[in-house]
Structures are given as C-alpha cells and as structure tokens.
C-alpha cells in the first residue's frame, strides 16, 4: 500500500502519530531534542486525555522558540545556507499547523501536509538529486529515490503500518522509528555544515 493510501486509511491516533513522527523527526532544525515532543506523544496512549493535545501544540511552540531564540541568529551570526533555511521553515511550519483538537478533517490534512513537508526537508538536505516530485514518490513510485529521502519514505509507512496493526501498542516502536530518524537527519545536516 502507497503511503497516500495509509494515510487516507488511518484513523484518528494514526494519523496524530504520522504527523507528529514527522514532526519529531525534524525537530532538530529548530533546536529541539527526544524530549521536546515526548508530552504530544503521551496523549496517543489508549487511556490519555485527548483534551490536552491542544494546549500541549501550544506548550511545544513556545518552547521551541525560546529554543530557536537561545540558537542566536542575532547580527553577526553566520547567515544559514538556502536549503537549511528552507527546512527550518517547513519544520516551523508543521509545528505551527497543527490542530489544536485531535479529531477530524484537520488532522487528516495536517497528518499529510507534514508527510509532504518531511519528505521535502530530506530532499533539500540529501545530496544526491530526485528526479522524481514528492507525489509520485508518496503514490508508491520509488525506484532511483536518493537515500535521504528514501529512508524518510520508509518510516512515514513504517509508522503508519505500526499504529494500523497494533494500535496504541504500536506507539512504542513508531517512536523509536521517529528517534533514529531524528539522528539520521541531525547527521546529515551536520555533514552539510562542514562541506559548506
């Protein structure tokens, strides 16, 4: 199945799950760590309060700016390279969209605009070119994908097909996908500040 189609498919906590695994994985480009997004986490547990997701968003913006904020950027700083700024702002933005109710067409639409941008942020920081859009490689076309990019495709369907199996069960081990993904996109962003 497509990762378009498990995304049409999933049902409230998966879709919570796919679009806060993404975010996760990307919360390095704003100055977060394993511990930023662990309360959002929290309310996709079976008997959690499904009322909290909301201020819980609000709790995570605020600390992540006071992070971004602590990072500098103030005159002087050196001035951030295109693609990485670019992913700032696609991480900020999944961040910024996100529902304040756990329920609903909101959460479908944010589940997968956050899919899109993931996988957007793991093309501007692979160094190897897609000759393919994002589209045709969520609609299951897959062939010549760059590494990066690849593997971000493959946790997106991983983590979707963990909450579709096993449900809140699945929680633990979509978390630990979304942890080593945090990793493999904190190397490679290192990686491109030292061939910059």
Do not use: N
């Not at 919360?27 to 909290?52: F, Y």
């Amino acid at each position: 199945m497509s990762l378009v189609e498990l995304i049409a498919r999933a049902d409230e906590r998966g879709l919570a799950a796919a679009g806060l695994a993404c975010s996760d994985r990307c919360v390095t480009l704003l100055g977060g760590d394993e511990e930023t997004l662990r309360p959002l986490w929290g309310t996709l547990m079976e008997d959690s309060d499904t009322a909290r997701w909301g201020d819980l968003v609000a709790l995570v913006r605020d600390k992540l700016e006071g992070a971004a904020g602590d990072q500098g950027g103030g005159p002087g700083a050196a001035p951030e390279e295109p693609a990485v700024a670019e992913a700032v702002a696609l991480a900020r933005r999944m961040l910024d969209t996100a529902p304040d109710r756990r329920t609903g067409a909101e959460l479908r639409e944010w589940a997968d605009a956050c899919s899109v941008a993931a996988l957007r942020i793991h093309r501007l920081l692979d160094p190897a070119h897609d000759p393919e859009d994002v589209d045709t490689r969520r609609a299951g076309r897959t062939e010549g994908m760059p590494p990066l990019a690849a593997a971000e495709l493959r946790r997106q369907v991983t983590v979707l097909e963990l909450l579709a199996e096993h449900g809140p069960q699945g929680l633990r081990r979509a978390l630990e996908v979304s942890t080593e993904g945090r990793r493999v996109l904190r190397a490679a962003v290192s990686r491109r500040a030292r061939t910059a």
